[in-house]
């Protein structure tokens, strides 16, 4: 029986030294590169991120949970989650680390779904850290629901062609990083004659493919009009090569729900850094403001918002881990979906209360722009939509957790105690019987 809350020690040495890297070398990046990650770098950001990078390789700390061919180290879910706790109190440490949203899950299924020419053209570079990439699903109308895109891909046959271009005509919504990625990957449906599960197919189509129309970049709470990363594409008449298929026609289902896993269980892995964070900020301020004649950590209040958070992220932090050593054993995110999706259910508020608090023990200082809690609030928030809406997930983990119970077979519940009464007399018939002779 295999049982242990501990690291091994090879590993945990990985982890501290990951730990002060990222503190001292990489958490300044969001000081003075803040919002560049996604941005192709020039030869100035060159010369500071790729000796971070290098680094990080020599450490063999590089894209972990890829295996060795495809330059990781395989060391699987677990040990990613280890370190990806690490990595969510900044930014840029997914970037330096190789293990950036979203093009971990994109790297994921390219690698899995992919021919060996996708590979070589589109997951190589990715996994370098040479180009960017964008999944680009959800549309104006439908957001992430699959049975309401309209997005549609025709494949035109040329004279004894086996199989010509596709044409691709659509909308999509929110494609996160389509302004600086360099390919994208795009849902549209190919069969509308059948289900949506089964009729649509996924392609990977470089940004600056003719008709590839990005109307319009969204930002977030906070940022300006016209600011942002998120995407609004109309894909008018963009035509692409047959080989631009990726895993087979009708599997862009399968494929999303791959993607979309791992996805789901990585934001997971990083919010766990960033709660912390705040609870470190928190029990800090705690310590050091001192208001009618006592610290701040003095006041039940104040422990109160301590206790209930750290509970919070001890309780969160075990599921997320849980989780992802049941994606490590299974190899199958579909048999882990119900954890998935709970633990996509709770991150959002786990996120949310802890920075929160942590806003509101700082006092005016916490509400304004020289503290981050505003945009971690604003972060949990997204979380709660990102990768499907917190509602969808739950019904997700209610339908899950129904599959392993079966209705009472009578009037009454299982429990009632006056027939499991009865049922207990009945089995002990003869002892009471001869306790009622006795007497």
Request: contains cysteine; proline residues 5%; hydrophobic residues 40%.
């Amino acid at each position: 029986m295999a049982w242990d809350f501990e690291t091994d020690h090879e590993y945990q040495v990985q982890l501290d030294w990951a730990d002060e890297f990222v503190r001292e070398e990489v958490e300044p990046l969001d000081l003075v590169f803040r919002g560049q990650q996604f941005v192709p770098p020039d030869a100035t950001l060159r010369r500071v991120i790729d000796p971070l990078k290098e680094e990080v390789r020599k450490r063999k700390l590089w894209a972990t949970h890829l295996g060795p061919e495809l330059g990781g180290e395989g060391h699987g879910q677990l040990k990613l989650s280890l370190l990806n706790e690490i990595l969510g109190r900044s930014a840029w440490a997914p970037l330096i680390f190789g293990c950036q949203a979203p093009d971990t899950g994109n790297a994921e299924i390219i690698a899995h779904y992919g021919t060996p020419e996708q590979k070589e053209r589109y997951l190589r570079p990715l996994l370098d850290g040479e180009i960017f990439s964008c999944y680009s699903m959800t549309e104006p109308h439908a957001g992430s629901d699959p049975t309401q895109f309209t997005t549609r891909a025709v494949q035109v046959k040329g004279d004894g062609e086996a199989g010509g271009e596709w044409v691709i005509n659509g909308w999509k919504f929110f494609s996160s990083n389509a302004s600086t990625s360099a390919f994208l990957i795009v849902m549209a449906v190919t069969d509308p004659g059948v289900s949506p599960y089964k009729g649509m197919s996924m392609f990977l189509v470089p940004t600056d493919t003719p008709g590839v129309n990005i109307e319009r970049n969204i930002g977030l709470g906070g940022e300006r009009l016209g600011e942002g990363h998120h995407a609004l594409i109309h894909y008018a008449d963009v035509r692409v090569a047959a080989d631009a298929l990726l895993g087979g026609e009708g599997q862009a289902f399968v494929i999303a729900q791959t993607r979309l896993g791992g996805g789901r269980i990585h934001h997971a892995m990083r919010t766990i850094g960033m709660a912390r964070k705040a609870l470190d900020m928190m029990c800090e301020r705690a310590l050091s403001r001192t208001t009618q004649g006592s610290a701040l950590a003095d006041k039940q209040f104040v422990q109160g918002y301590i206790a209930d958070s750290y509970a919070q992220l001890t309780q969160f932090r075990l599921l997320v881990l849980y989780t992802a050593w049941s994606i490590d054993k299974h190899k199958d995110y579909r048999k882990v979906r119900k954890d998935i999706a709970t633990v996509k259910v709770v991150m959002p508020s786990v996120l949310h209360d802890i920075a929160q608090r942590a806003l509101q023990v700082h006092g005016a200082l916490g509400a304004s722009n020289e503290m981050p809690f505003h945009q971690m609030i604003l972060g949990a928030s997204v979380m709660g939509i990102a990768d499907g809406p917190t509602e969808v997930h739950k019904v997700t983990v209610a339908r899950q957790v129904l599959r392993d119970y079966s209705p009472s077979d009578d009037l009454w519940p299982s429990q009632h105690i006056p027939k499991r009464l009865a049922a207990a007399r009945a089995k002990y018939a003869e002892y009471l019987e001869h306790e009622v002779g006795n007497q």
